[in-house]
C-alpha cells in the first residue's frame, strides 16, 4: 500500500475522495437503531476475536461499501478490493486497516489506503490526501466508542 502524501488534489479527485467519505458516513448512519444484544464493556476484552471488538465492529461498518478482500478478526487485519465510486469510475480506491491492540485507543489502530486513476486506459498509481486517511480513521474511532457507549447504557 501506498503511503499518505499531500499534493493539490484536481477537482475531480477531490470529489472523488468526498464522495468516499461521505458514502463511508452514510453508511454510519444507517448502523443505528437495531436491536442489537446487550454487551459487556469487558466483552472487547472476552471474545474469540484478538483485537478490540469495538474497532473491529466500527471498522467493517465503515468500510461495508466496499469489497472485502480479506478480513483476520485475530490479527486484525482488513483488506478492501479496489472500489471505484459510480459517479467516479475513473477513479479507485483500496483500504486496509490494522487493529494493533485490546484497548480502544486511538493509536491501536491503523488505516492506509492506495489510490488509483485511470490514464490512457491503464491505472496509474496517484497519491492519497493524508487527510483521506485521516478523516477514515476518525470515523471508524467515533463509532467504536459510540458503540462502547451504547454497551455501557445497556447494563
Given at each position: 500500500?501506498?503511503?499518505?502524501?499531500?499534493?493539490?488534489?484536481?477537482?475531480?479527485?477531490?470529489?472523488?475522495?468526498?464522495?468516499?467519505?461521505?458514502?463511508?458516513?452514510?453508511?454510519?448512519?444507517?448502523?443505528?437503531?437495531?436491536?442489537?444484544?446487550?454487551?459487556?464493556?469487558?466483552a472487547s476484552k472476552i471474545t474469540t476475536?484478538?483485537?478490540?471488538?469495538?474497532?473491529?465492529?466500527?471498522?467493517?461498518?465503515?468500510?461495508?461499501?466496499?469489497?472485502?478482500?480479506?478480513?483476520?478478526?485475530?490479527?486484525?487485519?482488513?483488506?478492501?478490493?479496489?472500489?471505484?465510486?459510480?459517479?467516479?469510475?475513473?477513479?479507485?480506491?483500496?483500504?486496509?486497516?490494522?487493529?494493533?491492540?485490546?484497548?480502544?485507543?486511538?493509536?491501536?489502530?491503523?488505516?492506509?489506503?492506495?489510490?488509483?486513476?485511470?490514464?490512457?486506459?491503464?491505472?496509474?498509481?496517484?497519491?492519497?490526501?493524508?487527510?483521506?486517511?485521516?478523516?477514515?480513521?476518525?470515523?471508524?474511532?467515533?463509532?467504536?466508542?459510540?458503540?462502547?457507549?451504547?454497551?455501557?447504557?445497556?447494563?
Open positions: 500500500m501506498t503511503g499518505s502524501t499531500l499534493t493539490r488534489p484536481s477537482t475531480l479527485g477531490l470529489i472523488g475522495r468526498v464522495g468516499l467519505i461521505a458514502i463511508a458516513t452514510v453508511a454510519l448512519s444507517a448502523c443505528g437503531g437495531r436491536g442489537r444484544p446487550k454487551a459487556d464493556l469487558a476475536i484478538g483485537v478490540n471488538s469495538y474497532l473491529w465492529r466500527a471498522s467493517l461498518e465503515a468500510l461495508s461499501f466496499m469489497p472485502l478482500l480479506q478480513t483476520d478478526s485475530n490479527g486484525g487485519v482488513i483488506v478492501t478490493d479496489w472500489y471505484a465510486n459510480p459517479n467516479n469510475p475513473n477513479e479507485r480506491m483500496k483500504v486496509s486497516v490494522a487493529i494493533l491492540d485490546q484497548d480502544l485507543r486511538a493509536d491501536a489502530l491503523r488505516v492506509a489506503a492506495s489510490r488509483q486513476v485511470m490514464q490512457d486506459g491503464v491505472w496509474a498509481e496517484a497519491p492519497v490526501q493524508a487527510a483521506t486517511v485521516q478523516k477514515l480513521e476518525d470515523v471508524i474511532l467515533t463509532r467504536a466508542r459510540d458503540l462502547r457507549r451504547q454497551a455501557s447504557a445497556a447494563k
